[in-house]
């Protein structure tokens, strides 16, 4: 699902908000969520799951291409963890066998 996609949802969903509304609502939630995380702050959203920053520490890498060692720098990375009732609903699913190419 794309940030489009979850508009048109809304706008459908709710025959009050125009398409215009909907995707003021939209990125007036995204942008609040996204301001938290460069705070520092979680956020939690229950039955959904939660939002926050792990940081990773600086280390030694190498470069695949000549071997040579390189100094990665500390990173904050965003993190989600899935709340109790996404996790339920999405392991309740049946696993769909894979596609497969038809043959000829």
Same mark, same amino acid.
């Given at each position: 699902?794309?940030?489009?996609?979850?508009?048109?949802?809304? #706008?459908? %969903? =709710?025959?009050?908000?125009?398409?215009?509304?909907?995707?003021?609502?939209?990125?007036?939630?995204?942008?609040?969520?996204?301001?938290?995380?460069?705070?520092?702050?979680?956020?939690?959203?229950?039955? =959904? &799951?939660?939002?926050?920053?792990?940081?990773? $520490? !600086?280390?030694?890498? %190498?470069? !695949?291409?000549?071997?040579? %060692?390189?100094?990665? $720098?500390?990173?904050?990375?965003?993190? =989600?963890?899935? &709340?109790?009732?996404? %996790?339920? #609903?999405?392991?309740?699913?049946?696993?769909?066998? !894979?596609?497969?190419?038809?043959?000829?």
């Amino acid at each position: 699902m794309t940030r489009s996609d979850l508009v048109e949802l809304l #706008a459908a %969903r =709710f025959g009050q908000l125009t398409q215009r509304d909907a995707d003021a609502a939209v990125k007036t939630i995204l942008d609040a969520m996204s301001d938290a995380l460069e705070r520092g702050h979680r956020i939690e959203i229950r039955g =959904f &799951g939660s939002f926050s920053i792990n940081h990773r $520490p !600086p280390r030694l890498g %190498r470069n !695949p291409r000549t071997g040579e %060692r390189v100094h990665i $720098p500390e990173r904050r990375v965003p993190h =989600f963890k899935p &709340g109790k009732a996404l %996790r339920e #609903a999405i392991g309740a699913q049946p696993v769909a066998p !894979p596609a497969r190419a038809p043959e000829g």
